[in-house]
């Protein structure tokens, strides 16, 4: 079963618009949320968080926002940059940091120039 | 400050054998965990260890084992290989290893079971 979801295996982004990335979970456990982006032959590197108080997040162009009655979450990245290519996974957790973190199967980016 | 050095970067075997991968975590980290990735099944956990010790495990059998030395470098060990065992083995360290800190990742070992 799994409780972290990413359903969209790739995106394609026109450079300079809006990359929305989905996020789905089923555990109510689940009150800490993350977001980490991949390159190739390299490993994840953290991006942005949330936790279950807040409903938005910002950093920079990378905004995260979280319904937790739909259990839902999404990364806006604004404007998407060629350099936004890569695979992003989000990862769940809890906010007392004892559970080990749940990651999705990714999402594969790709801005277009 | 360095960061997460992961040793071998490719390692190929055959089934049946074992296979020993090592993580340096960034200098004061106490906390290296073990993570899994496939193409199929995203990044599974595997084990984290804080300060010589197993603190949590994932849900792999017990042919995947690791230990933590006292400055804070870790191994993992496969025993008995099988071939869905090729994946990608990444290793991440913390300074405290609460899973609500940021995650430090190595590049990983890419392991090939033939």
């Known amino acids: 079963d799994q409780q972290v979801k990413q359903n969209s295996p790739s995106l394609s982004v026109q450079e300079g618009r809006i990359s929305i990335l989905n996020c789905d979970y089923t555990?109510?456990?689940?009150?800490?949320f993350l977001w980490y982006k991949k390159y190739p032959a390299e490993g994840p590197t953290f991006l942005i968080s949330i936790s279950s108080i807040k409903d938005k997040n910002e950093d920079g162009r990378f905004t995260v926002f979280l319904n937790k009655s739909a259990k839902h979450l999404s990364l806006h990245i604004v404007p998407s940059q060629p350099g936004d290519s890569a695979v992003y996974f989000c990862a769940a957790s809890t906010f007392s940091g004892n559970t080990p973190l749940v990651f999705g199967k990714g999402t594969r980016l790709s801005v277009i120039a | 400050k360095a960061g997460v050095t992961q040793t071998p970067r490719y390692l190929i075997k055959t089934r049946g054998q074992q296979v020993t991968l090592s993580c340096s975590p960034i200098s004061g980290h106490r906390s290296v965990s073990w993570y899994q990735q496939t193409p199929g099944q995203g990044l599974q956990f595997l084990f984290e260890y804080f300060s010589e010790t197993q603190r949590n495990k994932g849900n792999f059998p017990g042919r995947f084992s690791g230990r933590q030395f006292s400055n804070s470098r870790s191994e993992m060990n496969v025993s008995t290989l099988e071939l869905g065992d090729s994946a990608l083995y990444l290793c991440?360290?913390?300074?405290?290893?609460?899973?609500?800190?940021?995650?430090?990742f190595g590049s990983g070992t890419q392991l090939s079971v033939l």
């Open positions: 991440a360290s913390s300074s405290e290893g609460g899973f609500n800190e940021k995650l430090f």
């Open positions: 555990n109510s456990m689940f009150d800490y």
